[in-house]
Nanobody
Framework: QVQLVESGGGLVQAGGSLRLSCAAS????????MAWHRQAPGKERDLVAI???????NYADFAKGRFTISRDNAKNTVYLQMNSLKPADKAVYYC???????????WGQGTQVTVSS
């Protein structure tokens, strides 16, 4: 089992920045990918960014150039730096742990991000 705890969400004005953190604990040796997903009200949950154990990254088109995913393996923590935030970025952001690219094996509880115009 892997436990994921997110932090860092909140309210920010458009154009501002936030950094989300996700602390992982438990048995994570089989986890090959860590990711951030988000879900806006009434919409499906979408992948935002994903990072491999070695640090390779991939981003959704809406995140490219504005968001950066990173990880500190020594701290078992994954980060999502979000810059130039827009009202459309308002959502609950979830940390996720994957054994394979396409399937989420563990979810965090989510952290709310609200961007005011």
């Amino acid at each position: 089992q892997v436990q994921l705890v997110e932090s860092g969400g909140g309210l920010v004005q458009a154009g501002g920045s936030l950094r989300l953190s996700c602390a992982a604990s438990g048995s994570s040796t089989s986890i090959n990918f860590m990711a951030w997903h988000r879900q806006a009200p009434g919409k499906e949950r979408d992948l935002v960014a994903i990072i491999t154990v070695s640090g390779s990254t991939n981003y959704a088109d809406f995140a490219k150039g504005r968001f950066t995913i990173s990880r500190d393996n020594a701290k078992n923590t994954v980060y999502l730096q979000m810059n130039s935030l827009k009202p459309a970025d308002k959502a609950v952001y979830y940390c996720a742990a994957h054994r394979t690219w396409g399937n989420v094996d563990y979810w965090g509880q989510g952290t709310q991000v609200t961007v005011s115009s």
